[in-house]
């Protein structure tokens, strides 16, 4: 199993370009979730989903959207890049276990978006 | 609101001594905690979680933690450090009464062991 892959590893953008990061994984993970990691900051949670086709609002999801068209695949979309959003993202997945919350989120290496 | 914290940016170790890197928590219901360490260029890999149960948890690598609910601790431990374990350890939170609420990182704390 090759877990939870992210395309694409680093990206530098212009102010105003829109991208989108790939996050899959093949471990049948009904959850699945994107983070951003600044430094001092830990991780934060930008949009996650907790089924296919099923989307919703993190921490700080300004300036970003997300689809969940396949149970496999989830994509961070920027429509239009800001250097606030220069930042290391993060994909991760999980399955319900019997207690809510209580899930363990597998991680994936990470892109590396440098907006200028 | 549930919160965690991290009071040390960095800890340093010499190779084979123990180790502790120090987390405290606030839910306001019971905590689910979890602590992951994240090698450079990777992402975070698990090392262990306290749901409920015994307090002191073991996990990956050799790692413990053990939670402490009067002071709202869960300090990572390890009896004899190793230079392969410097890396950034994050602690983590999720209040276990709250379904939607997810899950709160630290700002990171990075361990250096020194041969």
């Known amino acids: 199993n090759a877990g939870v892959t992210q395309t694409p590893k680093f990206r530098v953008l212009k102010t105003g370009q829109s991208m989108t990061l790939l996050c899959a994984q093949d471990m049948n993970h009904e959850y699945m979730y994107w983070y951003r990691q600044d430094p001092g900051m830990g991780l934060r949670l930008i949009h996650y989903s907790v089924g296919e086709g099923t989307t919703a609002k993190g921490e700080v999801p300004d300036g970003y959207n997300v689809s969940r068209l396949k149970k496999q695949n989830f994509l961070l979309g920027l429509e239009s890049a800001a250097p606030s959003q220069t930042s290391v993202y993060f994909c991760a997945s999980s399955y319900p276990t019997g207690l809510a919350g209580a899930e363990t989120q597998y991680f994936g290496p990470g892109t590396r978006l440098l907006v200028l | 609101a549930q919160s965690v914290a991290q009071p040390e940016d960095q800890v340093n170790v010499a190779e084979g001594n123990p180790l502790t890197v120090k987390c405290t928590y606030s839910v306001s219901g019971n905590p689910y905690l979890f602590w992951y360490v994240q090698y450079p260029n990777r992402g975070l890999q698990f090392l262990l979680k306290y749901i409920t149960g015994d307090n002191l948890v073991k996990g990956s690598y050799g790692f413990e933690a053990e939670f402490n609910k009067s002071q709202t601790s869960f300090h990572l431990k390890k009896p004899s450090a190793l230079v392969s374990d410097s890396a950034l350890y994050f602690c983590?939170?999720?209040?276990?009464?709250?379904?939607?609420?997810?899950?709160?990182f630290g700002g990171g704390t990075r361990l250096m062991v020194k041969p």
């Open positions: 983590a939170v999720r209040d276990g009464n709250n379904a939607g609420n997810m899950l709160t």
